[in-house]
Nanobody, 126 residues
Framework: VQLQASGGGLVQPGGSLRLSCAAS????????IGWFRQAPGKEREVVSC????????YYADSVRGRFTISRDNAKNTVYLQMGSLKAEDTAVYYC????????????????????WGQGTQVTVSS
């Protein structure tokens, strides 16, 4: 199982970025994929997650209305389109799957023994 996150970078407040999570080694179209982030000195938190068909999603309150999660099962890839970025969005962003859930009932939980990508740094600064 591999999850490869990419697309991070330095962006000014108010700007946009699109993160990608490319997956391999499992039946991608059967499982929920989550995006989490961890800022320096803070605990990891869930940002958004998407069901196996893309038909249901979850967003943290802090990003709802600014971020959009989507997936392309033909390309084994999940995207996180981030807009109206704020300094407090600065963090390392990780994609995750537990290889168990196929439907989003609420926030993805993100346990340590789930499968995680390596992370991509997003820095929002002027």
């Amino acid at each position: 199982v591999q999850l490869q996150a990419s697309g991070g970078g330095l962006v000014q407040p108010g700007g946009s970025l699109r993160l990608s999570c490319a997956a391999s080694g499992f039946r991608f179209d059967k499982y929920v994929i989550g995006w989490f982030r961890q800022a320096p000195g803070k605990e990891r938190e869930v940002v958004s997650c998407i069901g196996s068909t893309g038909g249901n999603t979850y967003y943290a309150d802090s990003v709802r209305g600014r971020f959009t999660i989507s997936r392309d099962n033909a390309k084994n890839t999940v995207y996180l389109q981030m807009g109206s970025l704020k300094a407090e969005d600065t963090a390392v962003y990780y994609c995750q799957t537990d290889l168990y859930s196929d439907y989003v009932w609420g926030p993805c939980l993100g346990y340590e023994d789930d499968y995680w990508g390596q992370g991509t740094q997003v820095t929002v600064s002027s």
